[in-house]
């Protein structure tokens, strides 16, 4: 059927479908015909509970797809690891209270990589994913799963998390619409937290409306997050622009570090043709510098692994799961060892090791603070720029999906392909991945996407600019 979220809503809404018919559907579709691995549960008896009430409200319990690192209290939530194979969730994440009162349905858990660290579904300690787009290619990471779940049209929608990419990268491989919002817009109460001055909790559509549709329905105020912001009724009133459909008066700045010498000439030749047709709308597009860009990569590695090596201490096998009574050990520091290397798989393990070492005594000033530094100049480079210009455009990969099994070994290499995407998550600004039409790879068609940033709290102008370059491709 490949619905959007608003063509759902509005056909449901002139009688042409009965939710509970599309519901059962895409049930099924999940439970029976998850051609691309994307589901690691499915909550059939929460569906059948929830259906009629959420067909009352106002996105008539369309199915949505759930990344599993957000808590939902009838599901377990795995976060992709050993460590937490049997975790039941005792309670339901902020976002998803907000979507059930909108009423969203989840129509099932998505399979993730391990503790969200990984860009291309092969750290799950659980299974891999295929890309919708050619099955024999990576689907990115580490919401690969939840990408491929809207670009197979396993569901209308998905939501997941992007602590460093993990929403734009994955929706760019798999060709969907991929929203990182500004960090603090949706609550992260409920969401296992991976590095917390980063994550942000974002959304999966099959074009730029239903993400902003999706947004609202998430976003808003928790005071069990202090970092959350009023829903800000204001941005959805602007939003409106998404209805205009030129670019008159609209400032678009294209770094030229972004050309970098990693940047597939194919994408940059995209990023061009994409530039000339903004122009051509109305848009009056300058090429910028922002020094800090290629930096990007060197301190997202030393902020994240330190924050998620403290946010994972808690996982010791004694209060969450993984009790292992066949364990022998003498003291409590084999005892831990052993379940740390049990429960957690080699990625989680290096980061962790990584950033112990960047706060341990010796290095926290080298390492560490010095990256705070990076982050806050990369931050005046963002300010500096949005008091010019209304949009920031690049791509949002370096390269097309690549092929199974001939990612790069090298752990270096592959955190190359976040290079693009995390400096929105170190300043925290919004920014969303959207369609520049495909190029061939080795034979195939493969989708690529460019990345628009925008100020903080500037979500709208995101869905404005978003919407022409959907019209332009
Ligand atoms: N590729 C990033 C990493 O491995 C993805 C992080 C994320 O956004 N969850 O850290």
Redesign the pocket.
Known sequence: MNLTLADYIAWVENKTLNPRDVVLHYLNKAKNNDQYNAFISVPEQYIHDNLDDYSAKVLRAAPIAIKDIILVKWSKTTCGSDMLRNYDSPYTATCIEKLHSHGGIMIGKTNMDEA????STETSAFWKCFNPHGTNRIPG??SGWSAAAVAGDLALAALG??????IRQPAALCGVVGLKPTYGRVSRYGVSA?ASSLDQVGTFTKNVSDAALLLWSVAGYDDKDAQTQPRDEEMIIRSEECKKTDLKGIKIAVPKEFYAEWLDPKIAQKLDEMIQKLQEKGAIVEEVSMPTLPYAVATYYAI?PAEASTNLARFDGLKFWLQDDTFTYDNIKDYYKAIRSKGFGKEVQRRILLGTYALSAANYEGIYMKAWEVREKMKDDFSKTFKDYDVILGPTTPTVAWKMGEEPKDPLAMYM??IFVCPANLTGVPAMSIPAGTVENEGEQMPVWLQIMANHRREDLLFHVGKVMESVV
């Open positions: 969200a660290m990984g860009a990471g580490s998390t992007d602590t460093g990419g993990s991976m994240q392909a976040d």
